[in-house]
Every structure is written in structure tokens, then in C-alpha cells.
């Protein structure tokens, strides 16, 4: 049974045993007094469910809900905030564990980079946005060279360290608005919102600098990586087909002899731009 319903069920219990105890009263003064004390407190105990149902119960239900909302999958469920001071710190509380809950439903546990999920959300916001408000922007797809050799030569250990040198050295060459992420094994990925292909270029190559002069540490190797571009829309407009397109010229650079980028050619306004 809810807890609402109990309530209101023993509510209604007392109020009837109160009128029932003044019915059975002997005089008809005591009767009326009876009867008018248990109508007070019928109405004041109507008005205490009322509140109890205010500020209790119903926030406590919302809390029910946004938790089997987040049990069916739907990490976006959020709890209002409302009712007595202790339920509405647990409404916070819940809150703030969903929002952490979220965040590493989101994160990748090796690289702390944002992971294929988030990225993926990422994306398609981006394509909504730049269909909304007509723009450009680009995507790049990286691959660490001879990952499994290296796995295989120094272990899985130093492999794992190699991810997160890689990830630092990715926050460090991307620029402050750029979304980077890690793919998925030894592959990151980077939407670079608000470029032109020169742009992207520029900031595939420094990402590819930025991996290639880490140091080796005493346990590996010095490491590096193939990158592969796309422009939106120029390239595609369809996440899947901006990936075809960055994985074919990711193949490109494996094929050219890796630790290479290769990104869209420039268009004739993004040169004429270049040379004025």
C-alpha cells in the first residue's frame, strides 16, 4: 500500500473513532462538546495530511520515480528539490549523485577522457547545431602506431601508461573549445568546432608534435600516432559518413609510413584568406 494512502487511511480512522466516542457520550452538552472537539480535530488533522502529503510524501514519490527512471537507464533523471528541509537535502543529495553517477557513465576509468558514448552525444549535438545555425566544423580520428608490437614488447601495463601519456599530451595540443575523447582501445578522437580544413590541419599537426616529443618512459618507448580529418559538411554530413571519410585518410597515413596527419585540403577561400 503507498504511503499516501496509509496516511489518509488512518486519518480517517481517528477522525470516525473521535465521532464515534461523542456519539456514545450520555448527555446531550457532553455529546455536543464531543462532537465539536472531534471536529477540530478532524479539520486540523485533514490540514496536518495535508502538509505531510506537501512535504513528505509527494516529494518522497518524485524521488521514487527519478530513481527507477535512472534504474531503466535514463542517467538524465533529476529529482526536484522541494518539502521539508531533511527531504530536500536528499533531493540534493540524489541529485548530485546522479550528476556523478552521469559524469562516469561518460568518462573513460584509464584516460579520464571523455569516452565513445559522450563523444557520440557530442557529435550529434554538433551536426544539430551547425544544421541549425549553417557552419563548419571538424572532426579527427587518431591511432597509435604499432600499439599491439608495443603491448606485446613492453606488456600491458606500459601499454596502459602509453593510453595516458597519449590522452595528456592530447588535452594539452587541442585548444580550449575542442572536444577530445577517447574511441575506443588505442584510438582518440577530436571535434574541433568553428574551422576551416587549414585550422584543422594546423591543430592535427600539433597534436601529433605533442605525442611524438613525449619522453619514453624507463619501462616503454617513445610513441606515436596517424591522424586522419574530415569536414563537416564539406566531407559529410551524417556522423557515420564523416568517419568513413577520417578513417580512409587515417588508413592513408598508416599507408604513407605512420606518425603523419592527414587532413582536407584547403578550400580556395580558406587560401585566398591565407594569402591576403
Not at 503507498?2 to 473513532?17: D, I, W
Not at 455536543?32 to 512535504?55: D, H, N
Not at 536528499?90 to 573513460?108: C, Y
Amino acid at each position: 500500500m503507498r504511503l499516501r494512502t496509509r496516511v489518509l487511511l488512518l486519518t480517517t480512522a481517528f477522525a470516525l473513532a473521535l465521532f464515534a466516542i461523542s456519539f456514545g457520550l450520555s448527555s446531550r452538552e457532553m455529546k455536543r462538546a464531543g462532537l465539536a472537539i472531534a471536529w477540530i480535530v478532524a479539520m486540523c488533522s485533514f490540514a496536518a495530511v495535508q502538509i505531510t502529503l506537501r512535504k513528505v510524501v509527494r516529494p518522497l514519490e518524485d524521488l521514487v520515480r527519478a530513481a527507477d527512471r535512472i534504474a531503466e537507464g535514463d542517467l538524465n533523471a533529476h529529482a526536484p528539490v522541494g518539502g521539508d528541509l531533511e527531504i530536500a537535502k536528499l533531493g540534493t543529495a540524489f541529485n548530485h549523485m546522479t550528476d556523478k553517477l552521469r559524469a562516469h557513465a561518460r568518462t573513460d576509468d584509464l584516460t579520464d577522457l571523455p569516452n565513445f558514448r559522450a563523444f557520440r552525444e557530442r557529435i550529434d549535438a554538433e551536426i544539430e547545431r551547425a544544421g541549425r545555425y549553417p557552419g563548419q566544423f571538424g572532426i579527427l580520428v587518431l591511432d597509435l602506431d604499432h600499439f599491439k608490437l608495443y603491448n606485446d614488447r613492453h606488456g600491458h601495463l606500459a601499454g596502459n601508461d602509453a593510453l595516458q601519456r597519449v590522452s595528456r599530451a592530447l588535452r594539452i595540443a587541442v585548444r580550449s573549445v575542442d572536444f577530445p575523447a577517447r574511441y575506443g582501445g588505442e584510438e582518440f578522437a577530436v571535434i574541433a568546432p568553428q574551422v576551416d580544413a587549414e585550422a584543422l590541419a594546423t591543430i592535427a599537426e600539433r597534436i601529433r608534435v605533442c605525442v611524438e616529443s613525449i619522453p619514453a618512459p624507463p619501462n616503454g618507448a617513445a610513441v606515436t600516432i596517424s591522424i586522419g580529418g574530415a569536414m563537416f559538411p564539406a566531407d559529410g554530413s551524417t556522423v557515420d559518413a564523416l568517419f568513413h571519410v577520417a578513417d580512409e585518410r587515417l588508413y592513408q597515413a598508416k599507408r604513407e609510413g605512420r606518425n603523419r596527419a592527414i587532413t582536407p585540403a584547403p578550400t580556395r577561400r580558406s587560401s585566398d584568406r591565407q594569402s591576403a
